[in-house]
């Protein structure tokens, strides 16, 4: 059923997608290092949830199944495109067939034309769509990026990148994205404030109608880059903490660039909400903030959780998330029940009043119930999360080719290039630091056969010379 705002009909939707924003970098999510007071606002607002999940530790599955609802071996896309290195992508027809798994340089492949998105559902139901930002669902060519958001429901497209943001480019003249973009913000313009600008006069511009705005941010992609004057407070924080004698690991936990990109983002939180406050929105307008994956293991550690980014371990998985929708959401909420990504798209459905086709099947459920303070719906808090991560050679971040699978409390990868198993108790160890596969036979058995069916359910391909072990 379509839930309306009481005072202006359907509500705005803005989502805030981070990339490689790891589990712990938020203040509201324990750290004391970064400074993030408008997120921290906005969870006090509204919900948070301490066991969100990515449906992939790398970018381009991830957001694929955000938009899509999918899992990635449904939708096609298991791992991030790019047009020059050897990965693995399964052979759908539908899409494309390379034999020697060798994406061309001018390839069509993309995110299936054919699926209703995130943006179109919207679209069909009156919205006016907009993206600001990363895209990564479809390969470059010679002249940028082949298949756009605007072939996808966007009708605005606004900093879209032409090739990968990796290597950086977060100052004006931003030689990855546009590069005919001019300034507005003045010389050497941060692309990060640029975003925020661009957000807040979206807004202005469509505040007259229901909105659907998806902020995807570059940041904090490596090569991190944040503005001189922040770095340089957090290299002061960082000093005057050492001075204190508190223990720093400048390596990992405490990065002044890294928290300098993120206090930037989270101006832009502000300078959003402060917006939707002048224009009489702030009360019908659900604002979601999270992050694509995992943090980088090498620039940022996760909370407590082991391994990160490209990693099926929970810090490669499981994301902040934060939502606010005053109308409906009671402020100050967490709720510690597991949701995923792929939630989102039959949330909104439910929200908009929009019915998916039969054609278009969906792994995610309605959480609309726990935004709402509510009991969620019977079995809702014990359902079963999958990952399918299947790469030809071990990722430079060091994931490997593994299955996983998150029944209750219990966790189980399975790794396809050595046949190798792991099986953790995150009630009892949310760290995954024992391995308690050989002292729990039937529940390896168990969940093992969970993944080999669920793994031909959704057509999931395993590389050539790889394997699950056989029981």
Known sequence: MELENKSNGKPNVIFILVDDLGWGELGCYGNTYNETPHIDALAKQGVRFPAAYASAPVCSPSRAGLLTGQVPPRNGITDYLRPDSEWYLPLNPELASFADHEL???????????????????????????????????????????????????????????????????????????????????????????????????????HNAPFFLYLSHYAVHTDLAGKPEDVDYFVRKESAREQLGEPLNRTKRDNPVLAAMLRTIDDGVGMIRRTLEELGLDRNTLIVFTSDNGGEANITVNGHLRGGKSMTYEGGLRVPLVVSWPEIVRGGLVCHGPTINLDFYPTFAEIIGYKPPESHLLDGVSIVSWLKGETPPSGQAERQFYWHYPLNKEHFLGGRSSVAHRAGDWKLIEYLDDRSAELYNLEKDETESLNVADRQPNQLKKQHESIKSWLKEVGGEIPPSQGLKEL
């Open 104 to 206: 061309p340089d001018d390839t069509e492949f993309r995110l299936d034309p054919h699926m209703v998105t995130m943006a179109q559902m919207f679209r069909q139901a009156s919205y006016h769509t907009g993206i600001i930002g990363k895209w990564h669902l479809s390969g470059y060519g010679e002249q940028g990026v082949k298949h756009g958001p605007d072939q996808y429901g966007f009708e605005e497209v606004i900093l879209s990148e032409q090739v990968g943001i990796a290597g950086g480019s977060y100052f004006h003249p931003y030689n990855r994205v546009d590069p005919s973009i001019e300034p507005v913000l003045g010389d050497n313009e941060y692309l990060v404030d640029r975003m925020n600008y661009e957000a807040v006069q979206f807004i202005k511009r469509n």
